[in-house]
């Protein structure tokens, strides 16, 4: 599994993405025009060609925003950027000086300088070029690894639970079999809150960042709320990317007068999409749907965090939740884990 581990994760990625398609293929099948309806096989490529349009009409949609702020990078004046950050600047050399962080004949202006001209050195451009370019294959292979296995999963909702049963013990088939229905169900609800949420928090940091005045608010709103699939670490990386991205079209500002205030109105939106999400919206998914105590649920997270990083704590909702089926079904006897997994029952 190691070692094929990039097909492994193919086909768990179009599982994930079979269980989302799963109600609208149920529903195009149940569609019949005269005396005839919809198979299976039509309806899971309608979906399948749903999904791959809006995942495209999103990159159609952004590419040009980004497009558009990469240029706005380029354009950036450095002698503006370094009027403008002055006297920020000029506080944080006395403090790296007074701690000796860089040298005495040094400049934070040098050192960062120093650094870009390092980052842009023709070696580095060039395996940036080639780090892109296999990529680009990666990524083509991928997509369409992904979407052939998911069109099959569509057509067959049980083809999945075929694969599994087919490597279990006859011994074991009925516990499996229980586990892979449970997990189902309860991960189906996770990822369609966990995309409802999303979608809500995009909407919400776009619209505010409109109302504050910034220009690319959308480009704000798409990159900040995609964080948010991040569980408690992504509200900070959110922020950080609409700070940057706010004040790259404001750089002419003041900084004390201009920069500071609109960085308080972009982290009070924030702050206030964040309270609203985690009141309302993220109880429901990290803890409802998965039914687990919301301080199990962080715990869990801190621990999947320190194990692999953001990767883990993206994994560690589904990973948790399918461990808690698999004790529940096979050391329910066990009084950690009947304590562990009682909301399971319910």
């Not at 202006?109 to 001209?117: A, N, P, Y």
């Not at 998914?285 to 621990?303: D, G, Q, R, T």
Request: hydrophobic share 55%.
């Amino acid at each position: 599994m190691w070692y094929f581990s990039s097909i492994i994760t193919y086909i768990l990625i179009a599982a994930v993405l079979s269980i989302l398609g799963q109600p609208l293929v149920k529903r195009l099948s149940n569609i019949k025009i005269r005396k005839h309806s919809f198979s299976r096989s039509l309806g899971a490529v309608i979906t399948l060609l749903l999904m791959i349009s809006l995942f495209f009409a999103l990159f159609l949609l952004l590419v040009p925003i980004i497009y558009n702020q990469a240029a706005l990078f380029s354009k950036i004046d450095v002698n503006i950027l370094s009027n403008s950050f002055k006297e920020p600047i000029g506080l944080i050399e006395n403090f790296v000086y007074k701690y000796n962080i860089i040298g005495p004949n040094e400049t934070i202006e040098t050192t960062i300088s120093t650094k870009l001209m390092t980052i842009m050195s023709l070696s580095n451009v060039s395996s940036i070029l080639n780090s892109l370019i296999g990529f680009t294959s990666s990524f083509f292979v991928a997509f369409f690894a992904i979407s052939f296995i998911t069109f099959f999963f569509l057509k067959d909702d049980k083809m999945f639970l075929h694969i599994i049963m087919s490597l279990t013990p006859i011994a074991y088939q009925t516990e499996i079999k229980h586990i892979f229905l449970e997990c189902k169900h309860l991960l189906s609800h996770y990822f369609r809150s966990l995309c409802l949420d999303v979608l809500i928090v995009m909407t919400l940091i776009t619209i505010g960042m409109y109302i504050i005045g910034l220009k690319n608010a959308l480009i704000i709103g798409v990159l900040a709320g995609m964080m948010n699939v991040i569980p408690y670490v992504g509200v900070f990386i959110g922020g950080a990317i609409a700070i940057l991205l706010g004040l790259s079209g404001n750089l002419e500002m003041d900084f004390y007068t201009g920069m500071l205030p609109l960085i308080g109105k972009i982290c009070l939106v924030l702050i206030s999409i964040n309270i609203l999400d985690g009141i309302f919206l993220q109880p429901t998914i990290y803890s409802n749907s998965v039914k687990a105590h919301p301080l199990e649920i962080f715990l869990v997270i801190m621990v999947s965090g320190s194990i692999a990083g953001i990767p883990g704590m993206i994994l560690a909702i589904p990973s948790y939740t399918v461990l808690r089926i698999i004790a529940k079904e096979f050391f329910g006897k066990f009084t950690a884990i009947k304590k562990l997994t009682e909301k399971l029952e319910d």
